[in-house]
């Protein structure tokens, strides 16, 4: 028996778009397969590793847990939407600076939590970053480089960082920032 699909209507990116999905289809596969947006990663698909991650209406979401029908009407931003006519947000740029894409799979699930926390927290402490990421997991065990960079890019916008193009080395409009020098008390010690 074939099982009708269902149509519906999201914004993606900023983009909207029409989509027919499979009733059983996660908003993970109608990324991934039906959009080709593969920059959200798939991985354990049980909530548990966070490499799905994706921003609704600005709350990070885990792609895998939500059935893509349930999306209708959405505002979801992918890893593919950081970066604003081609220039990386200040996250992106934190993430590169202090190393924290290693083999990079984790990546674009970190770096959707780690916008989501700085939305709702824009000058976290060391103790927020740990929780605000807390559920997105790195194989590589770069949790060091990470928390330096969400602290690093929610440092960003006072030390007067600008977003570079993707792939340059932006050594001209970036300013290094020594998270551990900082004298910002609510930088907990490490
Ligand atoms: S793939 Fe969704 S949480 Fe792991
Ligand atoms: S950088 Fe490899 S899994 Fe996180």
Redo the contacts with the bound molecule.
């Keep these: 028996m074939t099982v009708a699909a269902v149509p519906i209507r999201l914004t993606v990116n900023g983009r909207a778009r029409e989509l027919a999905v499979a009733p059983n289809h996660t908003l993970l596969d109608a990324l991934r397969d039906d959009l080709r947006l593969t920059g959200t990663k ?4 049980v ?6 991650t994706v921003l609704v209406d600005g709350r990070s979401v ?1 792609s ?2 939500v059935l893509a029908a349930e999306a209708d009407g959405w505002d979801v931003t992918t890893v593919e939407g950081l970066a604003v006519d081609g220039r990386l947000s200040d996250v992106q740029h934190a993430f590169l600076e202090t190393g924290a894409a290693q083999c990079g799979f984790c990546i674009p699930g970190q770096l959707m939590a780690a916008h989501a926390l700085l939305a709702d927290v824009p000058r976290p402490t060391r103790a927020e970053v740990e929780e605000g990421l807390a559920g997105n997991l790195c194989r590589c065990a770069a949790y060091e480089q990470i928390i330096e960079a969400v602290l690093l890019a929610a440092r960003a916008p006072e030390a007067g960082r600008h977003e570079t193009e993707p792939g340059g080395d932006g050594a001209e409009a970036r300013e290094r920032v020594d998270v551990a020098a900082l004298p910002d008390a609510r930088v907990a010690p490490q």
């Design positions: 798939e991985c354990c698909l909530g548990e590793c966070g490499a799905c885990d895998c847990l």
